[in-house]
Nanobody
Framework: QVQLVESGGGRVPAGNSLLLSCATS????????IGWFRQVRGSEREGLAC????????EYSKSAQGRFTVSTDLTRHTVYLQISSLKNDDAAVYYC???????????????????WGQGTRVFVSA
């Protein structure tokens, strides 16, 4: 059974950096695309970045380019999302998700992701 567990959220001062983790289990990393998304209450879930270890490929949404960085520790089956220079608008629940690598022609389309973590909440303080 594929499971994803996010961690690393909390209250962080604006301007600081934050590292979020997505620990995966029950999957072979090369067979999946891992995505990072976030959601503000009352808004749609927003895609940030997607990663494929087999393709050595990472794509970022326009809103995530520049301050968001995906990294991995494949030995720990973990995918990270670092957010630098945190802004008030970064306050959200952050989710990671997984989809089989071959289930879509789209790389980072939210609706293709089948398994989601429970999310980790980020608060940004002034």
């Amino acid at each position: 059974q594929v499971q994803l567990v996010e961690s690393g959220g909390g209250r962080v001062p604006a301007g600081n950096s934050l590292l979020l983790s997505c620990a995966t289990s029950g999957l072979t990393m090369d067979d999946y695309v891992i995505g990072w998304f976030r959601q503000v209450r009352g808004s749609e879930r927003e895609g940030l970045a997607c990663f494929s270890s087999l393709e050595a490929r990472t794509e970022y949404s326009k809103s995530a380019q520049g301050r968001f960085t995906v990294s991995t520790d494949l030995t720990r089956h973990t995918v990270y999302l670092q957010i630098s220079s945190l802004k008030n608008d970064d306050a959200a629940v952050y989710y990671c998700a997984a989809r089989p690598r071959t289930n879509s022609f789209h790389f980072c389309r939210r609706t293709d992701f089948q398994v989601w973590g429970q999310g980790t909440r980020v608060f940004v303080s002034a």
